[in-house]
């Protein structure tokens, strides 16, 4: 079986790439620079394959003898589009690490195609969504009438470089929810809550994270809500976006925050050992009916590394269906159990109060 990373040598694809060969998948490395993947194939002495993504027939070629591609390319805006065409024309399976709700409804779109092309597409194997979607599936077992889904993530870190860049060209969309059945947009910060992960009450805020997608085809709850905890000085600058967001979004400025972005390192292998993300979700029902689950893991870096070559190894064992999928969809809720360090689920039946505290500035 034959696996293809793409965007190998990015902070996050080399970690994955790693982790990869260290669990004997022999992968492909690829990209579209010709010295950074020069520079890792020496390093790693694996094969690598040089291929930029503008034209489908060199990327239809290059993926003609590959059995999964695991794109680590981000903004996934600009990479996932083409990485699944390629699969769909070549067969070859497709998974990503995206977080992006317009990537993942994109690919989701797709649906049909891959399944007559007998080809899985699974995106968003990493942090965002492997834990959110296992405890939503979790939380839907528990309580099948639920209508209503919160899900939220402690992990606040200084994130990788890619990461902010991904950040930064979605910042003009604002926020996201999913309003019977249908994705809404909503201003950016559009609900704080308290929220107790397992470390006390600490301040969330809503945020367009792919779990909005991904949690809703897993489980077909019509209603789902994203939370992440962020420090004071982040919030603020949050809420600042609603009013800066027709300027941020001018690309001369989109310019000078990317070159911003590429000054900082991503997390040190010492701040991954050490980290953790905690990860809660609440589910009810029309009829006031809630509990809450939780889940403790190790850093979202670690989790995210993890969590991308176990879907890649799963989908190439051939243990999920063709189509579009989710990653508890095609491996269950406790699917999220088998990855190294998490803990889980803690269940609630009745539990404390956790509502909105600050209906922020509609
Ligand atoms: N869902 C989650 O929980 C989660 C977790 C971690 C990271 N991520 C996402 O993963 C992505 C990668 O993060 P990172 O820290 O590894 O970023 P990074 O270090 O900047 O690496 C990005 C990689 O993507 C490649 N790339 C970007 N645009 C491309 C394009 N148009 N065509 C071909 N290659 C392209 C880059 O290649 P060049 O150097 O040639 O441009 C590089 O190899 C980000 O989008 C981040 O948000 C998601």
Known sequence: MTVLIYGSYGFVGSLIAEEAIERGLDPILAGRDREKLREQVDDLEQPGRRF?????????????????????????????????????????????????????????????????????????????????????????????????????????????????????????????????????????????????FGRGARPAITMPMGDVSVAHYTTGIPNVEMYAVMPEPARTALKLHRVLAPILSASPVQLTLKLLAGIREGPSKRARERGSAYIWGEASTDGDETIVSRLRTPDPYVVTTDAAVTVTERVLAGDAADGFQTPAGAFGPEFVLDLEGVKGFFDESTPEASSPVNPLLR
Request: contains cysteine; hydrophobic residues 40%; negative net charge.
């Open 52 to 196: 930029a993504l503008e034209d489908p027939r060199i990327v239809a070629e290059a993926l003609a003898d590959v059995d999964c591609v695991l794109n680590c390319a981000g903004p996934f805006s600009n990479t996932a589009d083409p990485l699944v065409q390629g699969c769909l024309e070549s067969g070859a399976d497709y998974v990503d690490i995206t977080g992006e709700i317009p990537v993942i409804e994109s690919i989701r779109g797709r649906d049909a195609e891959a399944d007559d092309a007998g080809v899985t597409l699974l995106p968003s194997a990493a942090l965002s969504t492997v834990p959110m979607d296992c405890l939503a599936a979790h939380l839907a077992d528990r309580l099948p009438e639920a209508t209503t889904l919160a899900l939220g993530v402690d992990s606040f870190r200084v994130p990788s470089v890619g990461t902010v860049r991904t950040v930064i060209e979605g910042a003009d969309d604002g926020g996201a929810i999913r309003r019977g059945g249908e994705l809404e947009d909503v201003p950016t910060v559009w609900r704080t809550r308290e929220i107790d």
